[in-house]
């Protein structure tokens, strides 16, 4: 009997050692932090925004595209059926937002033009660090989120969380995001707004 226990005894110490050992899924470490920020991305995805309207909670849905540049954002705004929404380009001297059938309008804030024609405001300047895991903190200081990293407060209101992340492209690349929730509070300047933002895998990789 104890000779046919020994070579038992031995399979279960193998067994547990084996668990003991990292495990390796092909995703990044948790603690890395995203790639190196980049001037010029692609992307596309879906938004779901909750704001306030006449004192009431509304919400919408759309796809967007993005495109991005050193000195140019070009948001194009999708209803859930494909129709073009809305466009907005967005450059350091101002903003331009088109809806259909309508002239365009202008103003040098997009947070304020977009809030005034579509109910409610798409903070671009913010979302050009946002969408790639980035922030100016409340303090100050240049935020990178990683999974184990992954909420911070802006200089200008926001709560960010980076809810998921991509799959690996290959193992030990830095994490990208996934998907992103952004709160800020009604204040004197701004009224509440939420923001779910969830990147397509297909674009979720920076234009090279």
Not at 21 to 26: A, D, M, N, V
Not at 64 to 77: E, S
Not at 133 to 159: L, M
Not at 180 to 203: G, K, N
Request: glycine share 6%.
């Amino acid at each position: 009997m104890t000779k046919k226990l020994i070579p038992l005894a031995t399979l279960c110490l193998a067994l547990s050692a084996c668990t003991t050992l990292p495990f390796t899924s092909g995703q990044p470490p948790s603690s890395q932090a995203v790639a190196p920020y980049r001037e010029q991305v692609d992307l596309a995805g879906r938004l779901n925004v909750v704001y306030q309207k006449n004192d009431k909670p509304e919400s919408a849905t759309v796809n967007f595209t993005w495109q991005q540049q050193a000195g140019r954002t070009d948001v194009t705004l999708f209803s859930p059926v494909g129709s073009t929404l809305a466009t907005i380009a967005v450059t350091p001297q101002e903003a331009v937002l088109t809806q259909s059938g309508k002239p365009p309008r202008s103003a040098p804030d997009v947070d304020t033009l977009s809030a005034r024609l579509l109910g409610w405001s798409l903070p671009v300047s913010g979302l050009r660090d946002w969408l790639q895991g980035y922030a100016t903190a409340a303090d100050g200081q240049r935020f990178a989120a990683s999974p184990q990293n992954d909420s911070v407060t802006t200089r200008d209101g926001w709560r960010l969380r980076y809810v998921s992340w991509q799959d690996a492209a290959s193992p030990g690349a830095p994490p990208q995001p996934r998907r992103i929730d952004a709160e800020r509070h009604a204040s004197a300047q701004a009224d509440a707004v939420s923001l779910r933002i969830v990147l397509d895998p297909a674009t979720a990789v920076s234009a090279p």
